[in-house]
């Protein structure tokens, strides 16, 4: 079975800086896709970045050229270092990673909250 460890949010007046880190554990599985996922109240969850074990990044249109994803494939660890964060980056955000074991699956975070107020 994985698990998904995030850690690092908080509050954060605008302007300022946030590094989110996910640790996934799990016995003979291999990660693929690896990825940050954002929820605000009363929104519908959405994909914030995602990289693939190869190192491909995407992301969401409004985080570009202020978040960058990353990963440590040698801990199983994905990164999110986000930068001039504005309050409507305030959510919950939530680690998923796609791993195999003989078939394909996900897994989920239990989500850390990130706020942005002055």
């Known amino acids: 079975q994985v698990q998904l460890v995030e850690s690092g949010g908080g509050l954060v007046q605008p302007g300022g800086s946030l590094r989110l880190s996910c640790a996934a554990s799990?016995?003979?599985?291999?990660?693929?896709?690896m990825g940050w996922y954002r929820q605000a109240p009363g929104k519908q969850r959405e994909l914030v970045a995602q990289?693939?074990?190869?190192?491909?990044?995407m992301y969401a249109d409004a985080v570009k050229g202020r978040f960058t994803i990353s990963r440590d494939n040698a801990k199983n660890t994905v990164y999110l270092q986000m930068n001039s964060l504005k309050p409507e980056d305030t959510a919950v955000y939530y680690c998923?990673?796609?791993?195999?074991?003989?078939?394909?699956?996900?897994?989920w975070g239990q989500g850390t909250q990130v706020t942005v107020s002055s």
């Open positions: 998923r990673a796609l791993y195999v074991n003989v078939g394909l699956y996900e897994s």
């Open positions: 799990g016995s003979r599985v291999s990660f693929n896709a």
């Open positions: 990289v693939t074990s190869g190192g491909g990044t």
